[in-house]
């Protein structure tokens, strides 16, 4: 067997969260001559992340700089996303600040990663003023992007900052998707803008949109919440 087997067993392994088996493997395949490659490395990395055990992920780190590998912006990504996870998000913008340092670009994912930890830590400002910078930076900006900005504003207590971005990136035509508009509806509702969120939910088929499981689910409770049971079921069927 090559690494490349190996490989493959350890993804797998991570994915169901048996990190230990997985390293276990790791350590065959180092006992036995093989030299793992820097995805493997961060595979093994972003198994324990998935756990929390964010301590042995930097051992792991350590082990593959110790290697002669360098840490590349997917690597990084994986420890700033582990640190995010469990709410370490100054460790994770530490990190996010040495790949700049280092003259590394930083993806697209990555921003988001951090976009997403600073507005679930309640840090809207920061987190705007990194969205800035992505922008700024001639980072592109995906849908998905947006629709963190979006989520976060609204649970930040900044619906109408939320509102008003959305209307924005209407006014200039930007691509959305169907889990930017569900995002929209969910965060109206949660201010109380039921009518607004029932006109947007009618808007969805006319931008070439088909609603989801979610956001189907996101109108029915919100309308039941609201004691417009009838509509609910109506919007059902």
Known sequence: PDIVFFSSIINNLCKVGRVMD??????????????????????????????????????????????????????????????????????????????????MKPSTIL??????????????????EMFHEMTESGISVHTNTYTIVLDGLFKNSCSNEAILLFKELRAMNVKIDIKTL?????????????????????????????PSVVTYSVMMTNLIKEGLVEEAITRET
């Open 22 to 103: 997985a390293q276990h493997i790791f350590d065959l395949t180092v006992n036995i001559g093989l030299h793992p490659t820097v995805m493997v490395y961060s595979t093994l990395m972003d198994g324990y992340c998935l756990v929390g055990k964010m301590e042995k992920a930097l051992e792991v780190f350590d082990a593959m700089v110790s290697a002669g590998i360098q840490p590349n912006v997917v690597v990084y990504g994986t420890l700033v996303n582990g640190y995010c996870k469990v709410g370490r998000i100054d460790e994770g913008l530490r990190l996010f600040r040495e790949i700049l340092h280092k003259g």
């Open 111 to 128: 921003y988001n990663i951090i976009l997403d930890g600073l507005f679930q830590a309640g840090r809207k400002v920061s987190a705007l």
């Open 182 to 210: 569900t995002t929209m509806i969910a965060g109206m509702f949660q201010t109380r803008r039921v009518e607004e969120a029932k006109d947007l939910f009618a808007s969805i088929s006319g931008n070439g949109l088909v």
